[in-house]
């Protein structure tokens, strides 16, 4: 699969994983999953693209973007924030 947006199917997995219910897209620990994606998709794309510094600076932004995410959520529910860094199995 190509460097493409997440697939409908994929964000709905996603949202019914780590959300209130099926329509809690906006909550810290939904965006966080679907920034994680993302970045994975991105990350191989610029290590097989590795002059592609557009793309680059885009996977740098989203990683900046999830941090924030991250920092909210653990000031604001830990047991949460653990949850989903242990599940999506990235640094905290």
Known sequence: RRNMPLTIEEKESIVSKFGENKMDTGSAAV???LLTSRIRQLTTHVTKHKKDNHSRRGLVMLVGQRKRLMKYLRKTDLEKY????NELKIRG
Do not use: K, L, Y
């Open 31 to 33: 965006q966080i999953a």
């Open 82 to 85: 653990e949850n989903v860094v």
